[in-house]
């Protein structure tokens, strides 16, 4: 900081804590401070050095607010603070183009944004507040000339504060959060500021300030729209809380796909080693392919175009940049400015807005204070309308001056538009602002005519015949359309433009229907020519001078024979195409073209166009007739040229003038015609038919995505009265408007399938197989979310059986409860509850609403009951036959396989529920491979045919190395308790082959192994769900069984007798059958019956010589127990098939597998009953040891 500066500001005190000590001379530092900032530079430098002093902060609010009472001092501080706060485009004049003068600029920006947020204090405008109150206490007789200066200089303190702009990057607020502004303006509440504000714009008295208020009014509501303060404290409406939600996911999924591209884009190496590649199918410059030395994740945004210069823009050509977007305030800054609007209405809108409009016509103001006007208007206007209309409000704008003086306004900003470019982004703001306030007026005109009030619709109407009459008010939306600019004018500009041409064109539409005939007024302007001009044409048209020019030209014609040359007949073209002159209009034009060539006595040139104009207008003979002489030809030339024909206007003479005196006398003398005539709306439509007029809505629509529905609604209903009321529909055959009628037709599309089969199980496969444009899968989920009809691609997935219905209705749970009821004492309660429900669900869910409901207070009362009648005696075995105690076996494993579906079936649906979609083109085969993995956890079926097959097939390697694989995961999960996919990688060449081979593959699906899911993936996973206990069955199930030779059964024999070894074999078959139930019935089977097969042995060695060979009732009753048991667990297998979701090839397949293995037991037989079957669960296994050692001990 400069010296004296420096010396100046220590020279006005001190503040020690919250007490500021000010020096004996505060009052002359302060006047010199204000010296020293008139005598500052171009670059402003006094004013950035006090700036990064904080003088403001540090010494003049504390000066203010702790020694308000020194009249003299407060006056001086106020003076300055005025002058340190003046909004940095005054210091500037503009945005300064040059750096250095830019950086000071925003210098100067950065030290106000400061001080602003020093002033957000209730206690700064508390004595600011005061202070104007007391002095608006003062009569006018008794205020002095400071007292009003003083009331000027706290406005203007007030409104060059409330100018700071906002710094968002600094800040970081989001809507609903407290910005410094709402700070500021929630200060200005608390201590009363915006009642004087009122009072100020309401008052006889003190409508000098009328400017004044109106700015500062402006600014408070910078941010906000009339809109959200209307609907500000009412309860947020659940379309405006899908639209915050669907807002927010979609910058969620942004940041999601940005963070997902930048791990994919960050390699595991040095980017150096990236590694070179060959694209195949695309060409270099030369004849060889492409070579690509990047990283290949990058390869998708490979473009020829990387290294090249980017083609730059000028700064002529760049579309407009838009505005600032509004943001939501904090809720009770919204609810005090919602009061402020209302108090406002009732009370000063109609005595401000005339006093501003008063001194803006006497040019009393500022320039471009107008613009505070025009945005007063649309605001408060709209605000009127949303809560609850009322005329009377707003009855000063509401008028035919309000609507002359925005028209003339709208028409002074295009001209400045053209004149003044280099502002030219300015005056289209200005614009832009002034055509808000034409839509508001025709907004409210339309809000009266839908009024109760008799005399407010005739009033509506009385605007209406005057603005429908004037030709300037019913052709400004036209010449806008026309004269719209992309490079000046932004986006939003022509939204608003289409939407207020919609509005008026129906206001208009509808104005007509109502009657027979409407008159309007129309306006000519016709141009007289200057004397020299009529004497020269006087001149020409003599009858001396035509019968001069016909012999030339007679001569010309039959010198030539009559003949013309192809490139003169080529070049002449009688009418315009393109032209919007009807034909028959055109057809004069011609003639007058013939005389015209004639009178310049061009012979052949005349006679080239008589022949064209002959060949596209024969009828009628106009032209001549089609096999005329040349003579006749002559004669009609010379007819041509004496006759009279009507011309329009001849153009402006393009001469140069050659003294002051010869333009004054050539210049053009003009009329304005004013006249009426009937109004045609079809007609005034036409008048859109311009290609002008067509391309704005054109250039719109390219945006429609981002459009509003209701932009979208006013685009359809132009194009729609062009091409069909008008039948113009020609001037829409554009490649490009194809090209956005094809998309909005596929998404339209896209959205009534999705609304077709929304409901089904399927929602993705059933648009696939439907859609007419064939599209991958990601792609159409991809739109699916950007349209804004899926949150996820979660909600696409493949529903499963009984994941759909997951609430329960209160008649669902009466319907519950009753079935409960009836069947609670049957034997299968939950089989009857299940058949008898209405709406459908699985057994896991019934059982978890019966739990919860207080129903039952465990599964087991759930499951199915075996008769009582026998219970005694059979309980402890004595007594029981062979049948009885097999069906016993069977009953048990009926209720075991109840629970153990119950619970896994539940808890298959819960992992369903929670699995995630990793890709969306995998999803349906994924989904099988899900159910097949659960089905194989929950059930291993006997893969030892499997086994036995690739062994034959001399795959025994591979088999040793999935088993090792098996058993070292299962070690480590049981170590470490860790749950995640371990992959199957093969390392040598037999095993790789292995992994190419289907039924290798067969078998690793059903041991419950995992496919790749998607591209990223390379090799077979072992789930993390799989147990250590499922993965060692596993293993142990891929142990390598040799064939048994034939001579086991001979040795058996030996040790039996004939008809002993006969039985036992039957009943071994038998036995082998019965193994293909689940594994836990089946061993519990096969204990059974090994107990069975040994107490049979004891009876037959003992009873070898006294019982006969052919005796074979006990193996009859056996057969028969076994053939009833077969029968059960055929009808329980039918149920569970019946209820899996698995596709029917997988079930034909496990029934070929199950059918496999007993036809490979029945073969190799049970060499010895007492052999481990070495795929059975540990425990199981021990219990079966045992059993063998009691039999041996016996």
């Known amino acids: 900081m400069n010296c004296e500066l420096l010396a100046t500001c220590s020279a006005l005190g001190y503040l020690e804590g919250d007490i500021y000590h000010k020096e004996p001379d505060c009052l002359e530092s302060v006047k010199d401070l204000i010296r020293y900032l008139r005598h500052e530079d171009d670059t402003r430098d ?55 003068f830019r950086h000071h600029f925003l210098q100067v920006t950065s030290h106000l944004q400061a001080c602003k947020e020093a002033f957000a204090s209730e206690a700064v405008f508390g004595i600011l507040s005061e202070t104007l109150y007391t002095l608006l206490q003062l009569d006018w007789e008794q205020r002095q000339e400071e007292d009003t200066l003083l009331i000027e200089r706290i406005l203007l303190l007030v409104r060059n504060v409330l100018h700071v702009p906002a710094d968002p990057l600094e800040e970081k607020k989001v809507d609903d959060d407290a910005s410094i502004h709402d700070r500021l303006l929630w200060a200005i509440h608390m201590s009363g500021f915006d009642d004087l504000i009122k009072f100020l714009a309401s008052a006889q008295s003190e409508q000098q300030w009328s400017m004044h208020v109106l700015e500062i009014i402006s600014l408070m509501f910078r941010d906000q729209t009339a809109e959200a303060l209307v609907s500000a404290g009412q309860a947020r409406s659940a379309e405006q809380k899908q639209k915050d939600s669907q807002e927010l996911e979609a910058l969620r999924q942004r940041e999601q796909a940005a963070k997902h591209s930048r791990t994919f884009q960050r390699g595991t190496r040095h980017s150096r080693f990236g590694g070179s590649f060959v694209v195949q199918g695309l060409k270099a410059i030369g004849d060889k392919d492409v070579i690509y030395h990047r990283h290949v994740h990058n390869f998708k945004n490979y473009t020829h175009d990387t290294g090249k210069a980017v083609r730059r823009v000028p700064k002529r050509n760049r579309q407009a940049r838009e505005c600032k977007d509004k943001r939501r305030s904090a809720l009770n800054v919204r609810l005090f400015l919602r009061e402020f609007c209302v108090d406002f209405l009732e009370n000063c809108y109609n005595r401000l807005m005339y006093l501003v409009k008063e001194s803006l016509i006497r040019e009393e103001t500022q320039q471009h204070d107008e613009t505070y006007y025009l945005w007063a208007l649309s605001f408060f206007m709209a605000f009127n309308r949303g809560n609850g209309f009322r005329a009377d409000l707003v009855s000063e704008t509401m008028s035919i001056r309000a609507f002359h003086y925005i028209d003339r306004n709208i028409t002074n900003y ?15 703001r200005r614009m832009h602002l002034a055509l808000k306030a034409y839509q508001e007026l025709l907004l409210t005109v339309n809000e009266m005519d839908r009024s109760q009030d008799e005399t407010i619709r005739q009033s509506s109407n009385v605007i209406k015949s ?53 008159m309007v007024q129309k306006k000519k302007v016709r141009r007289k020519k200057s004397r020299a001009e009529k004497r020269s044409s006087a001149e020409e048209t003599s009858p001396e001078a035509l019968a001069e020019t016909w012999k030339i030209v007679e001569e010309e014609l039959r010198a030539s024979g009559f003949q013309l040359s192809e490139s003169l007949t080529e070049s002449i073209v009688p009418f315009d195409a393109t032209s919007e002159t009807p034909l028959e209009e055109q057809r004069t034009e011609a003639m007058v073209r013939v005389q015209d ?35 006749e030809e002559l004669e009609l030339l010379k007819q041509i040229l004496h006759a009279n024909l009507p011309r329009s206007s001849p153009p402006e003479p393009a001469a140069e003038e050659e003294d002051d005196a010869l333009e004054l ?13 009937e109004f045609n709306f079809l007609d005034f439509i036409k ?66 399938l999705y609304e077709e089969f929304k409901d089904s199980d399927d929602v993705l496969g059933d648009i696939m197989k439907k859609i007419t444009a064939k599209r991958s899968r990601a792609r159409v989920v991809d739109k699916l979310i950007s349209m804004g009809l899926v949150g996820n691609a979660k909600e696409l997935r493949k529903q499963k059986k009984g994941t759909r219905i997951v609430l329960w209705t209160e008649e669902q749970e009466e319907e519950l409860q009753m079935l409960y009821e009836e069947f609670k004492d049957s034997d299968d309660v939950l089989g009857n509850i299940l058949k008898k429900i209405t709406a459908k669900r699985s057994r896991g869910r019934v059982v978890d609403k019966l739990l919860s409901m207080g129903l039952v207070s465990e599964r087991r009362e759930l499951y199915k009951k075996r008769s009582r009648s026998s219970a005694k005696g059979k309980s402890s075995g004595k007594g029981m036959t062979e049948e009885e105690f097999l069906d016993d076996i069977l009953d048990r494993d009926d209720e075991d396989e109840d629970e153990d579906e119950g619970e896994d079936e539940s808890e298959s649906e819960e992992s369903e529920e929670e699995e995630e979609e990793q890709d969306r083109e995998t999803s349906q085969n994924r989904g099988r491979r ?67 081979n289907k039924s290798f593959r067969k078998l690793l699906r059903s041991l419950g192994v995992r496919a790749p899911a998607n591209e990223q993936e390379s090799f077979w996973r ?56 689940e594994e836990v019935s089946g061993e519990r089977r096969a204990q059974a019956l090994r107990a069975l097969l040994l107490t049979r042995k004891k009876k037959h060695h003992t009873s070898e010589h006294t019982a006969p060979v052919s005796d074979f009732t006990p193996t009859e009753d056996t057969d028969s127990a076994l053939k009833r048991s077969q029968e059960k667990t055929s009808t329980k297998r039918s149920r569970v098939l019946d209820d899996d979701d698995d596709d029917d090839d997988d079930d034909k397949e496990n029934e070929d597998n199950s059918t496999t293995a007993a036809d490979n037991m029945e073969i190799n037989g049970d060499a010895d009953s007492d052999r481990e079957d070495v795929s059975a669960p540990v425990k199981r296994r021990r219990k079966m040891v045992l059993i063998d050692e009691e039999d041996d001990e016996d």
């Not at 206001?507 to 009657?515: H, I």
């Not at 022949?611 to 005329?628: C, K, L, Q, T």
């Open 46 to 100: 006094v004013r950035q050095q006090l700036g990064a002093g904080e003088i403001i902060q540090n010494d003049l609010l504390p000066i203010i607010i702790q020694h308000g009472k020194d009249k003299a001092l407060f006056d001086a501080c106020i003076r300055l603070m005025v002058n340190l706060t003046q909004p940095a485009m005054l210091c500037f004049g503009k945005v300064p183009d040059d750096p250095v």
């Open 414 to 428: 295009y001209e400045m538009m053209l004149t003044d470019r280099k502002e030219a982004t300015s005056w289209s």
């Open 466 to 518: 005057n603005i429908f009459y004037m030709m300037e008010y019913r052709e400004i939306f036209l010449t806008l359309l026309r004269k719209y600019d992309e490079t000046t004018q932004p986006q939003s500009y022509l939204i608003d433009l289409v939407e207020s041409t919609h509005l008026f064109m129906r206001m208009l539409e509808r104005f007509c229907k109502g009657r027979r005939s409407l």
């Open 597 to 631: 060539a004639l009178l310049a006595r061009l012979g052949p040139e005349a006679m080239g166009l008589l022949r064209a104009a002959r060949e596209v207008w024969p009828e009628g003979d106009v032209f001549g007739s089609a096999d005329v002489e040349p003579e």
């Open 665 to 677: 006398e050539e210049e053009e003398l003009e009329s304005v015609q004013v006249s009426e005539q």
């Open 687 to 752: 008048r859109f038919s311009n290609p002008s007029v067509v391309r704005p809505y054109l250039i719109l629509l390219k945006s429609y995505a981002r459009n509003t529905p209701h932009t979208n609604h006013c685009i359809a209903r132009m194009l729609h009265r062009l091409a069909v009321d008008l039948k113009m529909d020609a001037q829409l055959y554009q490649l490009s408007v194809f090209n956005v009628f094809n998309k909005i037709h596929q998404e339209e599309e896209l959205q009534m």
């Open 930 to 996: 899900s159910q097949s993995l659960h089905s194989t956890v929950e059930r291993r079926p006997d893969v030892s045919t499997s086994v036995y097959a690739l062994q034959q097939e001399g795959l025994s390697g591979p088999l040793l190395w999935l088993q090792k694989c098996l058993n070292r995961t299962a070690e480590d999960r049981e170590i470490d308790n860790s749950s995640q996919d371990v992959p199957l990688v093969p390392l040598t060449e037999e095993n790789e082959d292995a992994m190419e």
């Open 1022 to 1077: 072992i789930p993390a769900k799989i147990s250590v206990t499922q993965l060692q069955s596993a293993a142990a199930a891929l142990t390598p069984r040799e064939e048994l030779p034939k001579g086991g059964e001979e040795q058996d024999g030996s040790r039996s007798p004939p008809g002993q070894a006969q039985v036992e074999e039957e009943e071994e078959q038998q036995q082998q059958q019965q193994e293909e139930e």
